[in-house]
């Protein structure tokens, strides 16, 4: 049974730094392709970064040069780490798994403000 556990959300201020965390248990010998989504109150999920078997990146532009995706195979986790937080960043953080099937953590919300 496939799991993905986000944790590291919080509340910080703007220009402050969070790094979010994705542990995955379950998933079969290759690292699948993994993501990282956000949820404002409302709105659909929207995609904000990925990370490839291969280990390719790519981010949102919203988002580019602030957050950075990566990933420990040995840890099965997959980081997201944000740097030069905006208000506009505060929504629920989701981390996404695909091999064969989707998966999804249970989420994660990260606060920006004063």
């Known amino acids: 049974q496939v799991q993905l556990v986000e944790s590291g959300g919080g509340l910080v201020q703007p220009g402050g730094s969070l790094k979010l965390s994705c542990t995955a248990s379950g998933f079969g010998v290759n690292p699948p392709y993994m993501a990282w989504y956000r949820q404002y109150p409302g709105k659909q999920r929207e995609w904000v970064a990925d990370i490839t078997h291969g280990g390719s990146t790519t981010v949102t532009e919203a988002v580019r040069g602030r957050f950075t995706i990566s990933r420990d195979d040995a840890k099965n986790t997959v980081y997201l780490q944000m740097d030069n937080l905006k208000p506009e960043d505060t929504a629920v953080y989701f981390c996404?798994?695909?091999?064969?099937?989707?998966?999804w953590g249970q989420g994660t919300q990260v606060t920006v403000v004063s």
């Open positions: 996404y798994g695909y091999e064969q099937f989707p998966y």
